[in-house]
T-cell receptor, first 109, second 117 residues
Framework: GQSLEQPSEVTAVEGAIVQINCTYQ??????LSWYQQHDGGAPTFLSY????GLEETGRFSSFLSRSDSYGYLLLQELQMKDSASYFC??????????FGKGTSLLVTP | NAGVTQTPKFRVLKTGQSMTLLCAQD?????MYWYRQDPGMGLRLIHY???????AKGEVPDGYNVSRLKKQNFLLGLESAAPSQTSVYFC????????????????FGEGSRLTVL
């Protein structure tokens, strides 16, 4: 089976940097994805790492260490609109993504 | 370009009633998925399909059936609804297998909110 662990809640100040960690256990690992979901809305894709290292997309970066079964999402220059839930997800067999339980990020003024 | 469209968006059922949720995508995606989301539980995979005429079970398939008669549509059925099936249901789609592995990107619908009394 597969399991993913991420913190349930994180609070950070506007303008700061926050890191959301994700550890996983899976067979047949293909990659680690990150999704953002605002209250009541559809999850939207943020990033994907198939290889070790850092991927940067604007204010968001994502990191993967396959040997440690670990990744993180880094959000820089936090804005109020970044308050949302963030999910890591692993692609095991390649047919479907299995999601973590999500991290609720609260950005305060 | 509508993307992924789910109908209905809201529904209230009584225990024992049946219903079908419809998911339609206009992106010519091979893969389609049904997830349910409950507070504190994240997104859990119910069933998925890797192509027209094929379906497979996910993490929590009990009490649900699915069909993929047309490539663009993926139906989720509840034959005898139970209060435990009160949830928000999300449909998603993705490109064919190799691109899905390479991008890890799913395209989600806006969700269907189901309450079973």
């Amino acid at each position: 089976g597969q399991s993913l662990e991420q913190p349930s809640e994180v609070t950070a100040v506007e303008g700061a940097i926050v890191q959301i960690n994700c550890t996983y256990q899976t067979s047949g690992f293909y990659g680690l994805s990150w999704y953002q979901q605002h209250d009541g809305g559809a999850p939207t894709f943020l990033s994907y790492n198939a290889l070790d290292g850092l991927e940067e997309t604007g204010r968001f970066s994502s990191f993967l260490s396959r040997s440690d079964s670990y990744g993180y999402l880094l959000l820089q220059e936090l804005q109020m609109k970044d308050s949302a839930s963030y999910f890591c997800a692993v692609s095991g067999s390649g047919y479907a993504l299995n999601f973590g339980k999500g991290t609720s990020l609260l950005v305060t003024p | 370009n509508a993307g992924v469209t789910q109908t209905p968006k809201f529904r209230v059922l009584k225990t024992g009633q049946s219903m079908t949720l419809l998911c339609a995508q206009d992106m010519n995606h091979e893969y389609m998925y049904w997830y349910r989301q409950d507070p504190g539980m994240g997104l859990r995979l119910i069933h998925y399909s890797v192509g027209e005429g094929t379906t497979a079970k996910g993490e929590v398939p009990d009490g649900y059936n699915v069909s993929r008669l047309k490539k663009q549509n993926f139906l989720l059925g509840l034959e005898s609804a139970a209060p435990s099936q009160t949830s928000v249901y999300f449909c998603a789609s993705s490109y064919w297998r190799d691109r899905a592995i390479n991008t890890g990107e799913l395209f989600f619908g806006e969700g269907s909110r189901l309450t079973v009394l």
